[in-house]
């Protein structure tokens, strides 16, 4: 089984100032580790996702995380945010299990508000 | 492309009643559905796998004779409530696996923008 532990369920940030959302996982597989965002009145839309190679995987709008796995950590990061940013973020795992199968568990969210 | 719709995307009904939920996948087809429950402040709980044309298979707890999902088509996936009561209330969100003619290690899903029950 896992688990996915998002500890900051809000983070405020000002436009332009770095952010960080921390993500956390247990588990006893392999597994791969994904960032959703949900903005208002929308469905969940992958943001980034790790499923091997380099530990740094980077999406098209700025954001990056890093897996470690001896910490079983993924954080998600963003050197300067723009106030489009703001939205829940979701952190995910699902077992890399070969042919697929894929569950996801998910955290429970850490809401991003940017401010002027 | 991959865009997948929920219909309502809110619903009140009163308490012993039946409220049923579509999902699409609008432009492309799905082989695996899956439903998921959210409560405030919590994350998304697996509730069913559906694949098209099976039994959907529901996660430890979920009762199946309470929460009815049909897959029949590989592009529609429907979840009825069957005699909702208030702790039913929740925002109920789908999402949907292309089907594929290879194996990737990761087959992505995609997310519907949910629906809001209110149970009355």
């Known amino acids: 089984a896992q688990s996915v532990t998002q500890l900051d369920s809000q983070v405020p940030v000002f436009e332009e100032a770095p952010v960080e959302l921390r993500c956390n996982y247990s588990?006893?597989?392999?597994?791969?580790l994904f960032w959703y965002v949900q903005y208002p009145n929308q469905g969940l839309q992958l943001l980034l996702k790790y499923l091997s190679g380099s530990t740094l995987v980077e999406s098209i709008n700025g954001f990056e995380a890093e897996f470690n796995k001896s910490q079983t950590s993924f954080h998600l990061r963003k050197p300067s945010v723009h106030i489009s940013d703001t939205a829940e973020y979701f952190c995910a795992v699902s077992p890399s299990l070969p042919g697929g199968g894929n569950k996801l568990t998910f955290g429970t969210g850490t809401q991003l508000k940017v401010e002027l | 492309g991959a865009v997948v719709s929920q219909h309502p995307s809110w619903v009140i009904c009163k308490s012993g009643t039946s409220v049923k939920i579509e999902c699409r996948s609008l432009d492309f087809q799905a082989t695996t559905m899956f439903w998921y429950r959210q409560f405030p402040k919590q994350s998304l709980m697996l509730m069913a796998t559906?694949?098209?044309?099976?039994?959907?298979?529901?996660e430890q707890g979920v009762e199946k004779d309470k929460f009815l999902i049909n897959h029949a088509s590989l592009t529609l996936s429907t979840l009825t409530v069957t005699s909702a009561h208030p702790e039913d209330s929740s925002f109920y969100i789908c999402?949907?696996?292309?089907?594929?003619?290879?194996?990737?290690?990761?087959?992505?899903?995609?997310f519907g923008p949910g629906t809001r029950l209110t149970v009355l």
């Open positions: 559906s694949n098209e044309g099976s039994k959907a298979t529901y």
């Open positions: 999402s949907a696996r292309r089907k594929l003619a290879s194996h990737p290690p990761y087959n992505e899903q995609f």
């Open positions: 588990s006893s597989v392999s597994v791969y």
